[in-house]
């Protein structure tokens, strides 16, 4: 065994895992990430990508990548049980939003799952860690001090174990989680049995098709597919109802015939099985995300039906929720105690995420579709209102955390900018010491790596400012980046050395966009939350406390 203790070993390299091992390496932390899978895995799987998803891509840096590689979310057709080339009604899945000044990524892009964990495969490679595939955690044990963790490899036909100490283990490892089931903790919920269903992905041949499709009959049987928004040859399939699914899984020409079979559809040319699986909606979450030192995210903590598209999304919100607490815990920056705070802020919103896509296939497995409950809870989906309002970390000057309302889900917290919602966007800033006449970003800004104090500037007098500024100076090095925004009327502060940045809100979208009417300051955590809203150094103070101890 090796005499080297790692800071972090994750189980699991989907999404969950990579998100969380890109975070961890861009606050400078070494990390190991394996996967008992020989090599990345086939097929679409989950493959819409939430707007909320889309902002933590552009706080991670990977945002330009999804996005060129991203379509948007194709429209649902469904087809009339007795004529499958006859139409009988089109939609949107998802509700169509315009967006926003404060909502630049108003709708999901679909992005294949496979293409998707090749980009942060590709980041991750260009911070010095690649995936070790073939690499299966058998069994750990954990002690005060660390974990040590038995990694199996086979090489010539030959088991190679390795011993490894670690600080942290990480299980991303999917909803038969090794780690979840090592740690006893109970996998609370159902499967509905009753729906099995076989899905997967297959190859076509000739003109791409255009829309979400279903064909067949609820009370018999149906088939779903759904062209891929990178490879135009690809559609991922769901058939479901009166099927032997263990006939279709033992001969794909099946899959081929119970499609022609259901749609009647031989116009389309379908040609080769990629990869399926029998699929049963699980419908589960555990009690607590940590014991110890070891943690789950992702499905391994909580895994559910695949309507609505939250599968993913909410595991790489669990992943960026974790990293930047583990890594100030790593650093010696602030105390195990945060840590707790993962669980806190985000079983809340799994709960809730769990009983939302519960009722969506509640709705679907009856072929009840458009309903007016059914449009509401698919507008929550992207996931923007998803807030931590009431955790034990954020802040509030002159608020009662006792009566916070509206935490996990929650259409106001879009917009409103109150501790514990999404930080929003504010376009057209300008760098007062910036080389380029270029506006950034407020997203621009923020980091992974680090808090952003968002310092709106008007009706503060300089000692305040000044005061402020030293307050931020003082936090852990490279954990506090202060950013002075100045109103379109205001005059240059000449503190601008006491700032890291200090912009101009050319167009007022900063002091709109975050409901400013006064001195006020925002802190912004890494993962793109807002912590605090305070007006006084001393706000600021209270909140780092929290984070840091006292």
Not at 29 to 34: H, T
Not at 285 to 309: E, W, Y
Request: charged share 25%; net charge negative; with cysteine.
């Amino acid at each position: 065994m090796s005499t080297e203790t790692l800071p972090v070993l994750i189980s699991g390299a989907g999404p969950s895992g990579l998100v969380l091992a890109l975070s961890l390496r861009e606050n400078g932390i070494p990390v190991r990430i394996i996967d008992k899978e020989p090599g990345p895995r086939l097929g679409e799987r989950g493959a819409g990508v939430s707007p909320r998803s889309l902002e933590l891509h552009k706080i991670l840096g990977t945002f330009d990548d999804v996005n060129a590689a991203g379509k948007p979310i194709p429209l649902r057709r469904e087809y009339d049980p007795s004529d499958g080339h006859k139409p009988l009604k089109t939609y949107p899945m998802i509700p169509i939003k315009q967006a926003t000044i404060g909502i630049p990524y108003a709708n999901a892009l679909m992005v294949g799952q496979n293409h998707h964990e090749r980009i942060l495969r590709s980041h991750l490679e260009k911070l010095g860690v690649a995936v070790e595939f073939g690499s299966e955690l058998r069994s750990f044990t954990q002690s005060e001090d660390g974990v040590t963790a038995e990694i199996v490899r086979h090489v010539d036909g030959k088991e190679v174990i390795e011993h490894v100490k670690v600080s942290w283990l990480v299980g991303t490892d999917g909803a038969h989680s090794v780690v979840r089931k090592t740690l006893g903790l109970d996998f609370l919920g159902e499967t509905r049995d009753s729906l099995e269903m076989v899905i997967g992905d297959i190859r076509m041949k000739g003109e791409p098709r255009e829309y979400w499709e279903r064909w067949g009959d609820t009370s018999s049987k149906i088939v779903n597919t759904r062209p891929s928004g990178q490879d135009s040859d690809v559609l991922t399939f769901l058939i479901a109802g009166k099927v032997d699914v263990q006939k279709l899984l033992s001969n794909p020409k099946s899959v081929i015939d119970e499609f022609y079979e259901i749609s009647g559809r031989r116009d389309i040319t379908l040609e080769e099985v990629i990869w399926m699986a029998k699929y049963r909606p699980n419908i589960r979450m555990v009690k607590q995300l940590r014991v110890g030192r070891v943690f789950i995210a992702g499905d391994a903590a909580h895994c559910h039906s695949p309507t609505g598209g939250q599968g993913l999304n909410s595991s790489i919100q669990d992943s960026f929720n974790l990293g930047w607490k583990l890594a100030l815990v790593l650093k010696g920056y602030a105390p195990a105690s945060l840590l707790d705070t993962y669980g806190e802020e985000r079983l809340p919103v799994i709960a809730e995420m769990l009983n939302k896509t519960t009722e969506l296939l509640n709705h679907m497995s009856k072929g009840v579709t458009r309903t007016d409950g059914e449009v509401k809870i698919r507008g929550d989906m992207s996931q923007l209102g998803v807030n931590y309002r009431g955790s034990p970390i954020v802040y509030e000057e002159g608020a009662d955390p006792t009566k916070v309302q509206g935490i996990g889900y929650n259409k106001e917290s879009e917009t409103a900018a109150l501790p514990g919602d999404r930080a929003p966007e504010a376009p057209n800033l300008i760098d007062v010491a910036g080389d380029s006449d270029k506006p950034v970003s407020l997203f621009g800004i923020l980091s992974p790596s680090h808090h952003s104090i968002v310092v709106f500037s008007d009706g503060y007098s300089n000692e305040e400012l000044q005061g402020l500024s030293e307050v931020i100076r003082r936090q852990p090095e490279n954990t506090a980046h202060s950013v002075l925004i100045q109103s379109s009327q205001g005059a240059i502060s000449n503190l601008v050395a006491s700032f890291d940045r200090v912009v101009i809100d050319d167009k007022g979208h900063a002091y709109a966009g975050y409901n400013v009417h006064g001195p006020t300051v925002v802190v912004i955590r890494p993962d793109g939350v807002i912590g605090a809203r305070v007006r006084l150094a001393s706000g600021v103070e209270r909140y780092f406390q929290g984070i840091f101890g006292a």
